[in-house]
């Protein structure tokens, strides 16, 4: 646990409609063990005791969130989200009081297996140094780049990282960093990408690459291993202790 406790608020992107899915419904609704990736995401979150606000943006279309139960979290709010995933960040950026919570969360609805051991790293990091920062796992493959099915050039690897969230800054700094990008027209795919857009430096936190996001057909199988693993991982825990 951090030693540092504050209140702590949490943007959900649960917007999107996942078109690499290629599934019927969006993919934050599909089921892993009868409960909704959503869900499953939003229980992670809400089993921390500094996080106290959980806000979810949905798509003005959704039809599905009605059939969770997530209505029932007292912590759990909702604002529409928007037509790219950093305009859905913002509209719940929007909705923060930041003298209510100077510090915020952005965590993918499409990322259920975030453990509380990565994020009480992130929030310890980002606490005590006073920086935001996101977590990461290192690029493991070599990497190369190329296009048309022919390879141009091995980038190295090095110092390649892959993305992933929470990402965690300062309330007031990533709505002004997004804004101030979205007005010069940045591409901004992660908060840290606004952040960098504004010359401000962000945290690499060293992270479990169980924290996939479910983005293709062949993530859910993966996703659920990975959630029975580390239900078995805690129960195994609780045993010993
Ligand atoms: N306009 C959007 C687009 C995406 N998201 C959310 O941002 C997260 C990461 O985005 P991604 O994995 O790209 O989800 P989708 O956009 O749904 O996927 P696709 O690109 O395959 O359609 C997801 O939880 C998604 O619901 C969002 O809130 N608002
Ligand atoms: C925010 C993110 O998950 C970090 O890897 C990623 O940028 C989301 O990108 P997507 O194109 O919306 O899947």
């Given at each position: 646990?951090?030693?540092?406790?504050?209140?702590?608020?949490v943007?959900?992107?649960?917007?999107?409609v996942?078109?690499?899915?290629?599934?019927?419904?969006?993919?934050?609704?599909?089921?892993?063990?009868?409960?909704s990736?959503?869900?499953?995401?939003?229980?992670?979150?809400?089993?921390h005791?500094?996080?106290?606000?959980?806000i979810?943006?949905l798509s003005h279309?959704d039809?599905y969130?009605?059939?969770?139960?997530?209505?029932e979290?007292s912590?759990?709010?909702?604002?529409?989200?928007g037509?790219?995933?950093?305009d859905s960040?913002?509209?719940?950026?929007?909705?923060?009081d930041p003298?209510e919570?100077?510090?915020?969360?952005?965590?993918?609805a499409a990322r259920p297996c975030?453990?509380?051991?990565?994020?009480?790293?992130?929030?310890?990091a980002?606490?005590?140094n006073?920086?935001?920062?996101i977590l990461?796992?290192?690029?493991?493959?070599?990497?190369?780049?190329?296009c048309?099915g022919v390879?141009e050039q091995?980038?190295?690897r090095?110092?390649l990282?892959h993305?992933?969230?929470p990402?965690m800054y300062?309330?007031l700094?990533?709505k002004a960093?997004?804004?101030?990008?979205l007005s010069?027209?940045a591409?901004i795919?992660?908060e840290?990408?606004?952040?960098?857009?504004?010359g401000?430096?962000s945290?690499?936190?060293?992270?479990?690459?169980?924290?996939?996001?479910?983005?293709?057909?062949d993530?859910l199988?993966l996703?659920?291993?990975?959630?029975?693993?580390?239900?078995?991982?805690?129960?195994n825990?609780?045993?010993?202790?």
């Open positions: 646990m951090p030693s540092k406790k504050i209140p702590l608020v943007v959900v992107p649960a917007a999107g996942g078109k690499r899915m290629k599934a019927n419904c969006p993919k934050q609704y599909l089921k892993i063990n009868q409960k990736i959503l869900e499953h995401t939003v229980s992670r979150l809400s089993s005791p500094m996080i106290k606000k959980i979810i943006a279309e039809e969130f009605s059939e969770t139960r997530l209505s979290n912590k759990v709010m909702v604002v529409d989200g037509k790219e995933r950093v960040v913002l509209a719940g950026l929007a909705v923060i003298h919570f100077p510090w915020v969360l952005v965590h993918d975030l453990t509380l051991n990565d994020l009480n790293h992130l929030i310890e980002c606490l005590s006073d920086k935001g920062g990461a796992s290192p690029v493991r493959d070599t990497m190369k780049q190329g048309n390879i091995t980038i190295d090095e110092n990282w993305a992933l969230t990402q300062p309330t700094q990533l960093a997004i804004e101030r990008a010069a027209q591409i795919t992660d840290a990408s606004a952040i960098e857009f504004t401000e430096v945290q690499l936190i060293s992270s479990s690459s169980e924290n996939i996001k479910i983005t293709q057909p993530d199988a996703a659920e291993f990975i959630l029975n693993k580390q239900s078995k991982d805690n129960q825990i609780q045993e010993m202790q």
